[in-house]
């Protein structure tokens, strides 16, 4: 089992549309969980970060976090072209010096 | 902008030699970590460097070392290198021990292609 999975996609919505991003993670004792988008050829950039259970929104973007069920998702609301990217989800084990990455989610958003 | 810049931008190399890369991090910032980025896959966990100590490493064999100097500046070096070392190499940045609350900035990394 991997530490972080993602579904690869690609996930492909039209523009206007709301984008469903799911990341689950197998250290229950983790305690701190990201979005980065990247762009291709591009460093990631981070979105949102998330450390307690429930909803965190920003802007377009809404962080949903489940401990006990080790989840999260990320929420894009009225998506845009610009959006097309890759979505990493990443967690901070335990002792917090090392972040694992999920291998990303795909998005395309057709105009 | 992130802040954090790398050096240099794409580099090639042969099997079996040994590469330098460079990140400078964001003034003040004291922590800094390397990831390994093959295509199409997430970041990977090289090490991570705080206040100029190794705080943790991933797994990566030892032929891949660090060094990070007091003017936020660091080194990942990688010796005896193999073709499945071709990769997108990142060095993030954070004020304190990444983790908990602190964000990590990327750099724009360092494409390595070895033949």
């Known amino acids: 089992q991997k530490e972080v999975e993602q579904n690869s996609g690609p996930l492909s919505v039209p523009e206007g549309a709301i984008a469903s991003l799911n990341c689950t993670y197998s250290?229950?004792?983790?305690?701190?969980f990201f979005w980065y988008r990247q762009y291709s050829g591009k460093s990631p950039e981070l979105i949102m970060f998330i450390y307690s259970n429930g909803d965190k929104e920003d802007g377009r973007f809404t962080a949903q976090l489940n401990k006990a069920s080790q989840y999260v998702s990320l929420l894009i609301r009225d998506s845009q072209p610009s959006d097309s990217a890759t979505y990493l989800c990443a967690v901070n084990a335990p002792g917090g010096f090392k972040t694992i990455f999920g291998a990303g989610t795909r998005l395309f958003v057709k105009a | 902008e992130t802040g954090v810049t790398q050096s240099p931008t794409h580099l090639i190399k042969t099997r079996g030699q040994q590469v330098t890369l460079r990140c400078s991090s964001q003034?003040?910032?004291?922590?800094v970590s390397w990831y390994q980025q093959a295509l199409g896959q997430g970041p990977q966990f090289i090490f991570q460097y705080y206040r100029e100590e190794e705080n943790g490493r991933g797994n990566f064999p030892p032929r891949f070392s660090g060094l990070q100097f007091p003017n936020y500046s660091s080194e990942l070096n990688v010796n005896a290198l193999e073709l499945d070392d071709s990769a997108l190499y990142l060095c993030?940045?954070?004020?304190?021990?990444?983790?908990?609350?602190?964000?990590?900035?990327f750099g724009p990394g360092t494409r390595l292609t070895v033949l």
């Open positions: 993030a940045s954070s004020l304190d021990l990444a983790g908990g609350t602190d964000t990590q900035y």
């Open positions: 250290d229950r004792g983790s305690q701190s």
């Open positions: 003034s003040g910032h004291n922590t």
